[in-house]
């Protein structure tokens, strides 16, 4: 399934509208097949959160987003990597990195 990331502008916003914004996201994503929130960061200082989520398109994230009321400023296909992919297996090939 394809991974998403969500820009919301969220001038102003309180815990509780964030709690309020996100249980409606939860709620509204059984509409929509394979959707799934993986996980989100807010940014306070800037006002923005950063959200992950995995789909079927941009269409279904935006529509999906409208739908639960909150905001979607950008939305960008993205491909996950991680320090997994790049450890070596056995300890000799270790050493000839050093």
């Keep these: ?15 509780e509208d964030i709690d ?8 509204c994503a059984f509409e929509f097949p394979g959707l799934r929130w993986v996980r989100s960061y807010w940014d306070k200082e800037r006002d923005q959160i950063l959200c992950l989520y995995q789909g079927e398109s941009v269409e279904q994230i935006v529509e999906h987003s409208r739908r639960s009321r ?8 993205i491909v996950e990597f991680g320090p997994d992919e790049y450890v070596m297996s056995a300890p000799e090939h270790a050493a000839n990195l050093i």
């Design 20 to 27: 309020a914004d996100s249980l409606r996201a939860i709620t």
């Design 1 to 15: 399934m394809p991974l998403f990331t969500i820009l919301r502008n969220v001038p102003g916003a309180s815990r």
């Design 70 to 77: 909150i905001p979607c400023d950008e939305v960008n296909e």
